[in-house]
């Protein structure tokens, strides 16, 4: 796909990785539908360095605990403001421990609200509204733990799997119009308070010994983007984390 001129919608956009998607997007002359949930003041800055380069960018509020809803007033939005839509990033996500033994309901619900149930109806949403003689793509953004599950974050874990199972479905129940494809990063940045002990902890889990960068991830997304051939396809983007 030649990006240029064209029209995404990145749900997550004003901070860390969807934050680095839309700019990176918005680097290669696509427009931008960014969403987000509560960070309006970091989605007011990032559309305004989006228009900085000369992008026209729509900013839309949505709250993915209702995901029906959210992804009818989100891509309803995004056609109002681009009349078309041409790319779907579904890059918001929770993410909080639990075990077995701690995960609530409440927890578990919320998960799989933002991280499956969202990317699920936002793509219908979606494919019904892309104009019947354009081509268009969706680009999941997972985690490693979703084809190595590991103990630590339970319900994030099983919304991942989840999500890259959507992914398989959704690339072969739309094409040939609709390519789908998802990537899976790494740790990316330390975490929210984390100490020296817990950085060195997290970086002997990680074969290339660093943490990756919300730039890496945003440049992989592109990558797929621009392919006119792949679909279906999980790209790893870990440091080899997920071994």
Not at 64 to 86: K, T, Y
């Amino acid at each position: 796909m030649d990006l240029e001129g064209k029209v995404a919608i990145v749900t997550g956009a004003a901070i860390r990785i969807g934050r680095s998607i839309a700019l990176n997007l918005a680097g290669h002359g696509v427009k931008i539908a960014l969403h987000f949930g509560h960070s309006r003041s970091e989605a007011e800055e990032t559309a305004a360095e989006i228009r900085t380069l000369g992008i026209d960018v729509c900013l839309i509020q949505a709250d993915l605990q209702h995901p029906v809803a959210a992804a009818e007033a989100i891509v309803g939005r995004a056609i109002s403001h681009f009349e078309q839509v041409d790319i779907l990033v579904n890059s918001a996500a929770i993410f909080e421990t639990g075990s077995l033994a701690s995960t609530t309901e409440d927890q578990f619900d919320r998960h799989f609200n933002v991280n499956t149930k969202a990317p699920l109806f936002l793509s219908r949403q979606f494919a019904q509204a892309l104009l019947p003689e354009k081509r268009g793509h969706i680009v999941n953004i997972a985690d490693w733990r979703g084809t190595n599950p590991a103990p630590g974050h339970l319900a994030y874990t099983l919304t991942k799997h989840s999500l890259l199972a959507l992914s398989t479905i959704l690339a072969r129940e739309l094409a040939p119009r609709i390519q789908v494809n998802s990537v899976c990063p790494g740790a990316v940045l330390a975490p929210v308070g984390a100490g020296p002990a817990d950085i060195q902890n997290v970086l002997r889990e990680i074969p290339l010994a660093r943490f990756g960068t919300a730039d890496e991830i945003s440049r992989a997304v592109v990558f797929l983007l621009q392919s006119d051939f792949a679909t279906g396809t999980v790209l790893h983007v870990d440091g080899g984390q997920r071994f």
